[in-house]
């Protein structure tokens, strides 16, 4: 199964790309890498011959995985919850391609997908230690609140249209600042996310998105820029009654999921 991007058929066709196996030929090498997860940068040279720096990122099952017969693999979730980013209004890296590879039982054996680079991009948690580590300053201090609001705001906008990331952690996030503009989030990694409109674990699968982002941010936030996080997500003024539960909730899913945050 061999999936492309409409804008990226062309392309593909024009260079053979036309089954799993020539793209993992392409961009992995004839003796393709057997570590579980293999991720490097490469080009695709476009139709007009400019040069697109890609992520490839495969997935290798040995002996071929079981527990994906007759369901997708990591690689092509994570290709359809970009293009949920991208209706929603969450930048993005954008998949490009994805493809798996089974045996004749239907058992999955390698999987990959494709995705754009953002240039000049860093982490979050590096980031902020580097770029926003002095709260006293003021170009820092505004940058600080600058991430906190766009963060709140695209976590509460995929939680509006019922979708949950399910592994929403600092290191999943990027940022792009080229000053005096500020900074921008990017998300990226999301092959576990999915739709929850109407099942009893809404509630569970939305505090671990938030606590998973207050996991890192009891690292390099306030406790003060803690709770404005969770206001902004909320789009209060104030740490009314929900706020404050909201607030003890993720702190009581942290200290139950992840107890030696604790010690």
Known sequence: MLRVRNEFQQVFQRLGLTSCESVVRHFAGMDPPSAEVVVHLAELIR?????????????N?????WRFVGRPSKAWYEFRNYEV???LGIPSAGSIACGEQR??????R??????RAIPDALPLPEFFARHCVNRAEGDSRRRRESLLRQLAGLTRRIHDASFFHHDLVWRNILVTCSPPAEP??????CPRGGFDRWSPLR?????????????MA????TPGERLRFTKLYLGKTRLDAEAKKLVRDTLDYRRTRWPDDWR
């Open 47 to 59: 139709s007009d011959g400019v040069s697109l720096v890609v992520f490839y990122k495969q997935y």
């Open 61 to 65: 099952y040995a002996p071929p995985a």
């Open 85 to 87: 980013f991208a209706r």
């Open 103 to 108: 045996d004749g039982l239907g058992r999955l």
């Open 110 to 115: 390698r999987a990959f997908i494709l995705t």
């Open 184 to 189: 921008s989030l990017w998300w990226i990694d």
């Open 203 to 215: 509630r569970r699968r939305r505090l671990k998105d938030l606590a998973s982002l207050d996991k």
């Open 218 to 221: 009891s690292e390099h936030c």
